[in-house]
C-alpha cells in the first residue's frame, strides 16, 4: 500500500477538534440571573449605588429604560444591529447546529413533499409553487433542504410538473449578498429553484425575488405559500402577560446595567450580557389587541388557567398574517425552535427570561401559534416531547379543503416527526460515539455504530467531524467492503458540507480519510480545499506534501515539506520528508 510509504503526521498542538457539541445544547434557555442589588419599592428598579471597597471600585447602576412593553423594549434594536452589523459572522458566536444540519433538512423536505402529495389536485401547474424560508442566517438549512428536495422529489412522477422556488430571506443585506456569492447555492440558482430577496416578513406583505425580478403579492401568487421559520421565532419581538385569577395583566419591563464609577456609559454601550430586566404588571382589557383573532388567543387562556404566565409572541402572528394575506391565505408553516407546545408550561410559570449566546432568545409559545392557525379552520401538528432540545411544528391553512385530505402530512409529522422525531433524537445520538477513545477490541464495534450513525443522520457534516477520530483510528484494520462503504460516506460528506464557521473543518477529516484510504489525489485536493476556507494550517501542508510525494512530484512535495517546517520547526517527520525529497531529486542526501 502507498500509504504505509509515508509516516502520518500527529501535530503536537492541541487541536480544536476538542470543542464538543454541548456546547450547542439548550444552555440557549438558561437565562442570566438578575442582579442582587436593593430596589426601589414603587418601580422595582435598582437605584442605589453599591458602595466599593479598598480592593473594588465603586459600581453605578445605569438605568436604560423604564416601563416598556416588551414587544417596544430596547431588546430588539440591539438584536437588528446585532445581526446587521456582523451578518454571516454573527453564527461564529450565535448556536447554529440543532437547526442546521443534514437530517432537519431531510426531515422539512419530506414534509413538504408529504404536503404537495396531498395537494397536488389543487395546485396550478403553471405557477410556480413558492417555499419561502425566513431570516435564512447562514443559508445552511437552505443548502440541506434543497438538495433533498430535489433528489426526492424526483422518484414522484405525479410531482414532475409541478414547478418550485425555494426564497431565501433575511432582513440585512448583508446576508443575502453573501448567499448570492456562496458557490456551494450557485447550483440551485442555475436550476432555477432558488431564489433570493431582502425581506422583513413583520412588517411586509411582497418580497421582490433578485434573480428572477418577480414580486411575490397577492396578486402573484398562484398557489399555496411553504414558509419555514427556523431559529427565528424565539429571536422576534414577543408581547408579555399574566393570567393572575382570572383577569388579564400586561408585563411592562425595566432595564438597567451595572458600570464602574467613572465609566464613560456613552463610549461603552450596552451588551446583552450587561442587561438586567424587572418586569411589573398591570391589568388590562382582554381586548388588548385591535386585531379580535389575538384577542381570542389572550382569553382562551384567560379561560383555561386561574394563574399563568404568557409570553406572547406578536411578530410571528405578524410575519404569518402578512404570508396568509399574501398566498391568498393558503399557508404552510414548518418551523423548530426552543419553546413549547403545550399550554401546560405557562401554568404557574412566572419567569419569561431570555437567554444570551452572541444575540438573544425567548422560548417561543408554539401553542398560541396553534390555536392562531385553528381559530381559522386550520390544521396544526406539534411534537410532544419534553426532553428534547427543539420543538417542531406544522401548519396548514387551506380554506375549502376537507383536513381529512392531508393523509401523506399527518402521517409523516405523526410518525416521523413526532414519534421518531429524528430532529432531537439524532441530534442528542451523536454524543454517545464522538465522546468514545475505542480501545483495541472495540474499533471495529465503534467504526460501525459510527458509519450507521452517519448515515441516519443523512450524512451530516458536523456529524462526521465529531466522529472522524474514531472512524480513521479504525482504518488499518477494515476490510475492502467497509473501506468502500467509508469511502462513499467521505464523498457524501463532502458533497453535504456547507461553510458555517471556523469551529468545524469537517474537510481535515474528510481528506484524513482518504488518506488513510489511499486516495491521495482527493486527499490533497480536499485539504487545498480546507486552507482556502480554513486557513492555512501544518497538518494540511503536511499532508499535501505526502500525498505529492506518493504521487511522484517530488519538486511539489518538498515545497509544502518546507511551509510545513516553517509552522512547526521542530517536527521530525517533516525534517525526513525534506531529506527524501532531496535526494530524489539529487540535491542532498537522506538522514536516518
Not at 114 to 132: G, H, R, S, T
Not at 555 to 568: G, S
Amino acid at each position: 500500500m502507498y500509504s504505509t510509504q509515508v509516516p502520518c503526521f500527529v501535530s503536537k498542538k492541541k487541536k480544536k477538534r476538542q470543542q464538543t457539541l454541548q456546547k450547542e445544547r439548550m444552555n440557549r434557555s438558561q437565562a442570566n440571573p438578575p442582579a442582587a442589588i436593593p430596589v426601589s419599592p414603587s418601580t422595582g428598579i435598582p437605584m442605589v449605588q453599591n458602595p466599593g471597597s479598598a480592593n473594588k471600585p465603586n459600581i453605578i447602576v445605569q438605568i436604560l429604560e423604564e416601563n416598556k412593553k416588551l414587544s417596544e423594549c430596547l431588546l430588539w434594536q440591539m438584536q437588528e444591529d446585532f445581526y446587521n452589523n456582523a451578518g454571516i459572522e454573527a453564527w461564529n458566536q450565535v448556536p447554529f447546529y440543532p437547526t442546521c444540519n443534514a437530517f432537519i433538512g431531510r426531515t422539512y423536505a419530506e414534509m413538504i413533499l408529504a404536503f404537495l402529495l396531498d395537494v397536488k389536485d389543487q395546485l396550478n401547474p403553471d405557477e410556480p409553487i413558492y417555499i419561502v424560508e425566513m431570516a435564512c442566517g447562514t443559508g445552511g438549512l437552505s443548502f440541506y433542504l434543497v438538495k433533498d428536495l430535489l433528489k426526492r422529489i424526483a422518484h414522484y412522477p405525479s410531482l414532475a410538473s409541478l414547478r418550485w422556488v425555494y426564497v431565501m430571506t433575511d432582513f440585512t443585506e448583508n446576508n443575502v449578498s453573501a448567499w448570492e456569492k456562496n458557490p456551494k447555492l450557485l447550483p440551485f440558482v442555475e436550476k432555477g429553484v432558488m431564489d433570493f430577496g431582502v425581506f422583513r416578513p413583520e412588517d411586509q406583505r411582497e418580497v421582490y425575488l433578485r434573480q428572477s425580478k418577480v414580486t411575490l403579492s397577492r396578486e402573484t401568487v398562484k398557489n399555496p405559500i411553504i414558509s419555514v421559520a427556523n431559529y427565528f421565532f424565539d429571536t422576534i419581538r414577543h408581547d408579555l402577560f399574566r393570567i393572575a385569577d382570572k383577569k388579564l395583566l400586561e408585563g411592562r419591563v425595566s432595564f438597567h446595567r451595572e458600570l464602574v464609577e467613572g465609566q464613560d456609559s456613552e463610549q461603552t454601550p450596552p451588551t446583552f450580557g450587561d442587561l438586567r430586566k424587572t418586569e411589573s404588571f398591570s391589568p388590562v382589557s382582554a381586548d388588548y389587541y385591535d386585531d379580535p383573532k389575538l384577542n381570542a388567543i389572550l382569553k382562551y387562556y384567560m379561560n383555561a388557567f386561574d394563574n399563568a404566565s404568557v409570553l406572547f409572541p406578536i411578530s410571528s402572528f405578524k410575519c404569518l398574517s402578512n404570508l396568509q394575506y399574501m398566498s391568498n391565505d393558503r399557508l404552510v408553516l414548518i418551523s423548530s425552535d426552543k419553546g413549547f407546545t403545550q399550554a401546560e408550561y405557562m401554568q404557574d410559570h412566572w419567569d419569561q427570561n431570555f437567554a444570551v449566546h452572541g444575540s438573544f432568545s425567548f422560548m417561543v409559545n408554539y401553542h398560541s401559534i396553534g390555536l392562531f392557525f385553528e381559530q381559522q379552520e386550520g390544521t396544526f401538528w406539534s411534537t410532544k416531547e419534553r426532553t428534547g432540545c427543539l420543538a417542531t411544528v406544522m401548519g396548514i391553512m387551506m380554506p375549502g379543503m376537507d383536513q381529512s385530505r392531508f393523509e401523506n402530512s399527518g402521517y409523516y409529522f405523526l410518525e416521523r416527526v413526532d414519534n421518531e422525531n429524528p430532529i432531537n433524537n439524532l441530534y442528542f445520538c451523536q454524543d454517545l460515539l464522538h465522546v468514545v477513545s475505542p480501545q483495541p477490541r472495540q474499533k471495529d464495534a465503534i467504526f460501525k455504530a459510527s458509519l450507521s450513525l452517519l448515515k441516519l443522520s443523512n450524512y451530516d457534516p458536523i456529524a462526521f467531524y465529531f466522529m472522524g477520530n474514531n472512524l480513521y483510528s479504525a482504518i488499518t484494520e477494515l476490510d475492502w467492503s467497509q473501506r468502500e462503504s467509508l469511502y462513499h460516506a467521505a464523498c457524501v460528506v463532502k458533497d453535504n458540507f456547507y461553510y458555517i464557521r471556523r469551529d468545524f473543518n469537517t474537510l481535515y477529516w474528510v481528506a484524513k480519510m482518504f488518506y488513510g484510504l489511499d486516495r491521495f489525489e482527493e486527499c490533497r485536493q480536499t485539504f487545498l480545499e480546507s486552507i482556502e476556507l480554513f486557513g492555512v494550517d501544518d497538518q494540511a501542508l503536511y499532508y499535501i506534501a505526502a500525498c505529492n510525494e506518493v504521487l511522484g512530484d517530488s519538486e511539489t512535495a518538498l515545497l509544502y515539506y518546507r511551509k510545513t517546517l516553517e509552522l512547526d520547526p521542530n517536527c521530525e517527520l517533516t525534517k525526513s520528508g525534506i531529506q527524501r525529497m532531496l535526494a530524489k531529486l539529487g540535491q542532498g542526501a537522506p538522514t536516518h
